[in-house]
């Protein structure tokens, strides 16, 4: 059996609208509590990774916690498809040899400081969005109007949903089931708050016909850290260790990290298929073998496309999988525990690891039972978590 890398420890700020700290603080006070949560003294981490886009740069943060000597730093390019790649490249530094003890961070301000979901005009005139920074692909969109995720998001999905006759009351019920998650989770921005589907038809319309203000992730502020090591180091450690059986990247041609609608097949996540396709040889694990999904959902046809990508259903028949009540508690395969994007926070999708975390060790709000596997996605990466 090779060498495995473990999550050893995790920490996270309040999520809310406001955080009234700098980006800075949130990094540092996440970061510290992940390593507390572990029992690791910060003198000893030697790796840290984050988003290409976190506005806290590895000196700064170092200097906060204490960290003495870092011998290996990176950052994810992207937004969300970033969040489960940081734990991929953390887990080869480690069972690599490149470092021994890695924070991985994510922290905004993105509700209070600036607006993820809308378009920002820079100081030099045109139209840019934080998310994607106006290059690239998206030099054609923003000129024509398609300046905002879910407009790009609305694009991606239509062609998916008019092939499987997917409705927007049929991405409701995804929204409901991770609301009523989020209801019962302490955590939770939308704690003691669960939806209806009717709640969810009456929304305002963002992209007609395809999604609604409740088929939208939040606007969050908060952070959130993540501790790696090894599984043999981790086992001394504080906390009981979850093992990372497998992680994989996927970016096939033709797929963009936020624009995503120029590859051949629209019906489908191909980014999603690569990393199934990775994670289950590389574990020698299958769909029936995982009882919980940690899904990114910054909107919710990606969870439908993710459920199918993953084998957990077949092409088209996601939707029919969610309205039967697979993805909540007591289901097939409960998704989002904490109540995603949607109901808990977003932190770019960090947050849904750490519930994956707090589930493999058995102290989720919302605890899934005789849990030993789970898998986090962000479509363009994944993970396989496991017990010890």
């Known amino acids: 059996m090779g060498k495995f890398a473990a999550i050893a420890g995790i920490g996270q700020t309040e999520f809310s609208k406001n955080s009234g700290r700098s980006e ?60 489960v790649a940081t734990i991929h ?18 922290a905004m301000n993105e509700r209070s400081q600036y607006r993820f979901g809308q378009p920002m005009v820079p100081p030099s005139g045109g139209v840019v969005n934080v998310a994607g920074n106006g290059t ?52 939770a921005w939308f704690y003691g708050k669960p939806i209806t589907l009717e709640d969810h038809q009456q929304s305002k319309w963002i992209v007609e016909p395809v999604l ?21 180091r981790a086992r001394d450690l504080k906390q009981k260790p979850v093992r990372i059986a497998s992680s994989a990247q996927s970016i096939p041609a033709e797929v963009e990290v936020i624009s995503n609608y120029y590859h051949a097949d629209l019906t489908i996540m191909p980014e999603a298929h690569g990393v199934a396709r990775r994670l289950y040889a590389r574990s020698g694990l299958a769909p029936q073998d995982l009882q919980l999904a940690m899904l990114y959902d910054a909107f919710t046809p990606q969870v439908l496309r993710q459920l199918e990508a993953f084998g957990f259903c077949a092409r088209g028949e996601a939707k029919d999988f969610v309205r039967d009540g697979n993805i909540e508690l007591g289901g097939r395969l409960p ?24 589930q493999l060790r058995g102290s989720a709000s919302n ?22």
């Open 136 to 187: 690239g692909s998206l030099l054609w969109c923003m000129p024509f109007g398609a300046q905002t995720p879910a407009s790009w998001e609305a694009l991606a999905t239509q062609h998916y949903m008019e092939t499987y006759g997917v409705s927007n009351r049929d991405l409701g019920h995804v929204s409901v089931a991770q609301r009523k998650h989020a209801a019962t989770n302490p955590l």
């Open 89 to 106: 490249q953390a887990a080869a530094a480690v069972t690599s040899g490149a470092c021994e003890v890695v924070v991985v961070w994510r």
């Open 212 to 232: 609604r203000l409740l088929d939208c992730c939040q606007e969050s502020d908060g952070g959130v850290a993540i501790v790696i090591t090894s599984l043999e």
């Open 24 to 83: 800075l603080q949130l990094a540092a006070e996440a970061s510290k509590a992940a390593l507390d949560d572990a029992g690791i003294n910060p003198a000893d981490v030697d790796g840290m990774i984050t988003f290409t886009i976190d506005g806290n740069d590895e000196i700064g943060l170092s200097r906060c916690l204490g960290v003495k000597d870092l011998a290996y730093t990176t950052r994810i390019p992207g937004g969300g498809a970033a969040s």
């Open 367 to 388: 605890q899934v039972k005789n849990l030993t596997h789970a898998l986090v996605s962000c479509g363009m990466a994944g993970a396989i978590l496991s017990n010890a």
């Open 335 to 358: 998704v989002n525990t904490n109540g995603g994007l949607i109901g808990e926070a977003y932190i770019h999708g960090m947050n849904n690891i750490t519930e994956a975390v707090r």
